[in-house]
């Protein structure tokens, strides 16, 4: 069992290195094709003013991107249509066509693994908080208290304010 375990985990790293790349590539080939650097650290006010990408989005892509972990990265990506649209934004800005296929290939693989989980995003999210320690003790935290909430509802216990 602890087989199948490091193989998911390992596989799950592999991709979140990959999608980081491939959205890195793509995001500073377009910004290079508009003729604006892209080579220090990326900002999302670049990718809202270039790509035209709202703020929660290019806050995500740019918080992925940075993460030097790949399962904190995969944790913080948008769902295969944010990186669609970033795909499509960054088509109509000028990004190559090797970058532009290079991250479809990272996205449909994205999409392939969350078909493989019954709750999609949800589900991998909770599969990731098990090897990410500070967002393991949050979700163990948030359980306790759902359990706190349901046993003081049913022995009527609970009170409204």
Not at 104 to 133: H, N, Q, V
Request: glycine share 12%.
């Amino acid at each position: 069992m602890a087989g199948a375990h490091d193989g998911l985990k390992h596989r799950l790293e592999v991709l979140g290195v990959e999608l980081c790349g491939a959205l890195d590539g793509t995001i500073r080939a377009a910004l290079a094709a508009q003729s604006l650097p892209g080579d220090g650290a990326l900002r999302p006010v670049q990718l809202i003013g270039t790509l035209g990408l709202d703020k929660s989005l290019a806050s995500r892509v740019v918080r992925s991107i940075s993460t030097e972990d790949p399962l904190r990265a995969l944790h913080g990506m948008p769902t295969p249509q944010g990186i669609g649209l970033i795909a499509r934004a960054a088509s109509s800005r000028g990004a190559p066509r090797e970058a532009l296929e290079r991250l479809d290939r990272a996205k449909a693989a994205y999409a392939d693994l969350l078909s493989e989980f019954g709750g999609g995003r949800t589900d991998l999210e909770a599969t990731l908080m098990g090897w990410i320690p500070e967002q393991r003790s949050r979700a163990e935290r948030d359980a306790r208290r759902s359990v706190f909430r349901g046993m003081t509802t049913m022995s009527g216990t609970r009170t409204s304010a």
